[in-house]
């Protein structure tokens, strides 16, 4: 599960559903300053680590402190929506606080899980980011979660994993949008089109696609098909920054053959699938 917000000014909207389209036009899709990525940008939930299990956690005792029951089912109805979407389910579920406190009740107790727990990091992203990070590539966490549980996921890495944090109370509009992702590259100083994005959701894939960056899809709780959007990988376990670099290369050489469309840019997104 991944987060929030609300409509006060400064607060992403939750628009992060489970499915969404990913036919979106990147933003200076073809633009290319280097053979080798400029920046590497982290989703966390799911993609970093694996906190599904403390959110269904919460989920439940916060559900069964109003007398509810909550299943493992019901758990997985939650999987990859935003927060708030999560809240007004929850509250169908007898949950009767507002979707502001529920947020709120949900990060803390995920936040104690993983103050008592630790991390629980997914395979190869710990090794991952360690040989990223002494290649001297700058490295940006990109998520929809709270600043604050970010900022505590970073601080459990072991080392200064990352130049800045880009998190879901920190942007106006919510994952499938870009606008977390090039704020990301804005705050590294780099071109989105120079960077490369992994992320393990569809929302998220749709979010780093349309912002122009070379996307690296790594599936977790949710199946990811196939796409030439993205470079889809089944784990992170084994990989390497040299196969970073390769998908970085051979993703923008084949772009630069390709004329960018007319009109082609950030526009609004539309879902065109069924839930």
């Known amino acids: 599960m991944k987060p929030r917000s609300a409509g006060a000014p400064g607060k992403a909207p939750s628009v992060k559903d489970k499915r969404c389209p990913l036919h979106l036009d990147p933003v200076n899709p073809f633009r290319l300053n280097s053979p080798l990525p400029a920046a590497v940008l982290w989703d966390m939930d799911g993609t970093i680590v694996d906190s599904e299990p403390y959110w269904m956690r919460a989920e439940t005792e916060l559900v069964e402190s109003f007398g509810g029951v909550w299943t493992h089912s019901d758990c997985m109805l939650l999987v990859g929506s935003g927060l708030l979407n999560s809240a007004s389910i929850l509250q ?158 051979e993703r923008r050489a084949d772009a630069a053959e390709v004329p960018a469309r007319p009109g082609s840019g950030p526009h609004p997104i539309e879902d065109d699938t069924h839930a």
């Open 92 to 249: 169908d579920r007898g949950v009767r606080l507002d979707a502001e406190a529920i947020v709120d009740r949900l990060t803390t107790r995920v936040q104690g899980l993983l103050g008592e727990f630790g991390a629980p990091w997914r395979p190869g992203a710990l090794e991952l980011m360690t040989e990223v990070k002494a290649a001297g590539i700058p490295m940006a966490l990109v998520t929809m979660s709270e600043h604050r549980m970010a900022q505590q996921v970073s601080d459990q890495v072991g080392f200064a994993a990352f130049d800045a944090i880009v998190a879901g109370d920190m942007v106006v509009q919510s994952k499938p949008h870009p606008e977390a992702y090039l704020s990301a590259a804005r705050l590294l100083g780099v071109a989105p089109a120079d960077c490369v994005a992994v992320e393990d959701s569809l929302p998220g894939i749709a979010a780093a696609v349309a912002s122009g960056a070379v996307v690296i899809a790594v599936p977790h709780m949710v199946e990811i098909e196939a796409s030439a959007r993205y470079e889809l990988w089944p784990t992170l376990h084994g990989r390497t920054l040299a196969g970073v670099h390769t998908v970085f290369a």
